[in-house]
Structures are given as structure tokens and as C-alpha cells.
């Protein structure tokens, strides 16, 4: 009696696991409520798309990548070199002791732990890597430009933080339009000094 219980149970068992692991379970999602839900269309990060009312409007306080619309330059030399001749402040710039006063801030959270809080090129950062920060009141003549820093127009400036040079790495993930024009304001005012 004992014997015929646990040889039925040994059968039950294994009949019960053979059944669950064969047929196409996995392939299978039953009945799903909302699929969307779990099969959302994605959208890669830089590719197109053709979903209706996704206006693909970047998030407000995020900056978008390229379309710039004060200054539409390429990361090459030459066109830093035609930004510095061509490029200037954007119309609705207001040089103000307020607009000067917002770039010193930025300056400060963006650059002066290289480029050092008065421009010498002093700043915290001592890595060997950053070893080359130079001075924006610089008279040696070894710039792109193939001047100084002191005499870099607002072009190159803006330029600069865009792309980056060298160990410097492109700001324009991390700054506005509007924010990278005021720190160039604050270095032509203030850092670029003996003009
Ligand atoms: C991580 C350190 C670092 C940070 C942060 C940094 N810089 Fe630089 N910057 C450098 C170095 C290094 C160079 C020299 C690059 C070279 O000459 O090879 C440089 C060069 C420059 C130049 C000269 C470019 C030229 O045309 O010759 C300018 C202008 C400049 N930086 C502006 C800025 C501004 C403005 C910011 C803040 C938005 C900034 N940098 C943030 C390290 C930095």
C-alpha cells in the first residue's frame, strides 16, 4: 500500500516536471493587458523617427547638440579661425553689469578650477595632463590664432568652450547658448587683460 503511494507520487512528480518544462511556454506571454506597456516603441537616442505627437522637442533645461543659432561653425581650425573674424554677440546680448556678474558665476563653476579664478591659469586641477592651461592675459604669441590669448576675439572664445582644444574637452553639453556668450563676455571684460 505504502509501496503503490510513493511509486505514484515518484510518477506525479516527474510526469508534472516533465510537462512543465516542454511545449513553448517561454514563447508564449498569455494574455496581456496593455502590450504596449511592455512593447513600447524605443527610440534611439540620435536616430529618427516617424511616431505621431512625439514632437521630439529636447526637455526644458536640457541643451541640444549642434543647432546653434548665434554661431554655426564646425569644430575645425578653419572655421575657428573664420569664427574669430566673422562671429560676435548675438543681437538680444545685453552687456550688463547683471549679464557680467552671471558670467563670473558660470566662469567660476565651469573653468576656474583650470583656467584658475583670475584667468592665470592656476587652477586647482594639477593633473600633468592639464599642465598647459594657459593664461588669458598671455603675451606669448603661440595660439591658433597665431597670436596670444589676451588677443583672442569672442569667436575663438566661443569656440573654445564648444569644441574644447587639446586636453580641454567641448563645454557644450554643459552650457547653454546664452551661458557661453556670457562667459566670454566676463573673459573679454575682465580676464583678457592689457588689450
Ligand atoms: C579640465 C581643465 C579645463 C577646463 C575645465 C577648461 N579648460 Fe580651457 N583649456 C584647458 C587647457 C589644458 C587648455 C590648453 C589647450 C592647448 O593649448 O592645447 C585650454 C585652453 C583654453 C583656451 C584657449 C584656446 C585657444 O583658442 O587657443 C580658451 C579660450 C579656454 N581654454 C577657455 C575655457 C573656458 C571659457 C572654460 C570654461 C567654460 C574652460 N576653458 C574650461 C583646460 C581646461
Redesign the pocket.
Known amino acids: 500500500m505504502m509501496k503503490t503511494l510513493l511509486y505514484n507520487i515518484g510518477i506525479f512528480t516527474v510526469l508534472t516536471i516533465f510537462l512543465a518544462c516542454t511545449g513553448n511556454s517561454n514563447n508564449n506571454p498569455g494574455f496581456e493587458y496593455m502590450p504596449d506597456m511592455y512593447r513600447s516603441p524605443s527610440i534611439g537616442a540620435q536616430s529618427d523617427h516617424n511616431i505621431e505627437t512625439y514632437n521630439s522637442k529636447p526637455v526644458v533645461g536640457t541643451v541640444a547638440r549642434g543647432k546653434l543659432s548665434t554661431f554655426n561653425y564646425s569644430s575645425s581650425n578653419e572655421d ?1 579661425l573664420r569664427a574669430g573674424l566673422e562671429s560676435t554677440y548675438p543681437n538680444y546680448f545685453l552687456k550688463s553689469e547683471k549679464t557680467l556678474d552671471q558670467g563670473e558665476s ?2 567660476g563653476m ?2 576656474s ?3 584658475g579664478i583670475n584667468g592665470d591659469g592656476k ?1 586647482s ?1 594639477d593633473h600633468p ?6 593664461s ?1 592675459s598671455d603675451s606669448i604669441q ?4 597665431g597670436g596670444n ?1 589676451r588677443d ?1 576675439k569672442e569667436g ?2 566661443f ?3 564648444t569644441y ?6 567641448p ?1 557644450s553639453y ?2 547653454s547658448e546664452q551661458e ?1 556668450w556670457k ?2 563676455y566676463y ?1 573679454q571684460e575682465k580676464l583678457q587683460k592689457n588689450k
Open positions: 575657428y558660470l566662469y565651469m573653468c578650477h583650470c583656467h587652477g586641477v595632463v592639464y599642465s598647459a592651461i594657459p588669458y603661440i595660439r591658433r590664432t590669448m583672442l575663438h572664445l569656440h573654445s568652450i574644447g582644444l587639446n586636453a580641454m574637452g563645454h554643459l552650457l557661453r562667459i566670454v573673459i
